[in-house]
């Protein structure tokens, strides 16, 4: 979408470290979220982040926040081949609920 | 646990004629939104509904409309389809003002190819 750019491909070997990057220009942005797409499939909600928060851990996702920047990030530790998706950032407002999309980043995992 | 349902799956229709997808949101869920994902784009927003009222609208052709139900699931109707209608619809629900996160569940999506 306009207003929440990704990059479209990333290419990372089996066992590494993997991260997505999103820029957003909504400043009044309350919530971010990452989705990931499997061929042919639905959105699968993989985290979301509050924006007055800098950080979120869940299990191998780290996602950052740098608010001043508009930047969002989303770290998979240790990816793997089950990883191999595409993986949309999207953002919603405070009083605005419905999600404005990235691109998508297309990820593939190589051995 | 229960996720949102979408049917049919996948759709075939001609040019002109109409196409009706259903949608039925996670029990307890009030809040329905309606997603287009063009082939290679990312999802866009069409419509919503909160407690059976539209809440908020996008970029949804007049050839569209769609509802919400006493029971919750939602209906998006459409008429004089197009060529650019080709795409995969989705439904997303969410617990709306009822929580603190409006966090938004989506279904498997409805494929439809218009020939």
């Known amino acids: 979408g306009e207003d929440v750019e990704q990059s479209l491909f990333l290419s990372v070997r089996e066992g590494d470290s993997s991260v997505i990057n999103c820029t957003y220009t909504?400043?009044?942005?309350?919530?971010l979220y990452w989705y990931k797409q499997e061929p042919g499939a639905g959105l699968q909600l993989l985290t979301y982040?509050?924006?007055?928060?800098d950080m979120k851990q869940d299990q191998r996702l780290t996602v950052l926040l740098n608010k001043k920047d508009k930047h969002l990030s989303l770290r998979i530790a240790d990816t793997q081949t089950g990883d191999s998706a595409i993986y949309f950032c999207?953002?919603?407002?405070?009083?605005?609920?419905?999600?404005?999309f990235g691109a998508g980043t297309t990820v593939t995992v190589r051995a | 646990a229960a996720g949102v349902i979408q049917s049919p799956r996948h759709l075939i229709k001609e040019k002109r004629e109409t196409a009706t997808l259903k949608c039925y949101p996670i029990?307890?869920?009030?809040?329905v939104y309606w997603y287009q994902q063009g082939p290679g784009q990312d999802p866009q927003f069409l419509i919503s509904?909160?407690?059976?009222?539209?809440?908020d609208k996008g970029s949804i052709p007049d050839r569209f409309s769609a509802q919400q139900f006493s029971d919750y699931h939602s209906e998006l109707n459409m008429s004089s389809l197009e060529l650019g209608d080709s795409a995969l619809y989705f439904c997303?629900?969410?617990?709306?003002?009822?929580?603190?996160?409006?966090?938004?569940?989506f279904g498997p999506g409805t494929r439809l190819t218009v020939l």
């Open positions: 999207a953002e919603s407002g405070n009083n605005d609920y419905k999600l404005s």
């Open positions: 982040i509050f924006s007055n928060m």
């Open positions: 997303a629900s969410s617990l709306g003002l009822a929580g603190w996160t409006d966090t938004q569940y």
């Open positions: 509904f909160y407690e059976k009222m539209q809440s």
């Open positions: 029990p307890r869920h009030d809040t």
């Open positions: 909504d400043s009044s942005s309350t919530y």
